[in-house]
């Protein structure tokens, strides 16, 4: 479901968004919306820490690493602090 909001911007800024809006095919009011979505995801802790997580998991299965290895590396790891009175 969609909502609407108003956003207030001089003339001059309007006319600039609407043409480049325009040039790109698209309604001003998308333009908005894909720059308001980009801000929000590019500031939202949790979407980056999804996507941190995901891109880990990839290059942890392009390597060969399994969960098992993870999980052993994560295990040897508390084990040595635990050790060092860490």
């Known amino acids: 479901m969609t909502s609407q909001m108003i956003v207030r911007?001089?003339?001059?800024?309007?006319?600039?968004?609407?043409?480049?809006?325009?040039?790109e095919g698209k309604p001003a009011s998308q333009v908005v919306r894909e720059l308001v979505e980009g801000y929000?995801?590019?500031?939202?802790?949790?979407?980056?820490?999804?996507?941190?997580?995901?891109?880990?998991?990839?290059?942890?299965?392009?390597?060969?690493?399994?969960?098992?290895?993870?999980?052993?590396?994560i295990k040897q790891v508390r084990a040595e602090k635990h050790r060092n009175g860490s």
């Open 9 to 23: 911007m001089d003339s001059e800024l309007k006319s600039k968004l609407a043409k480049v809006a325009r040039q």
């Open 40 to 73: 929000v995801k590019e500031r939202d802790i949790s979407t980056y820490a999804r996507e941190l997580w995901a891109d880990i998991g990839h290059e942890l299965k392009a390597g060969g690493i399994k969960q098992k290895d993870v999980s052993k590396v």
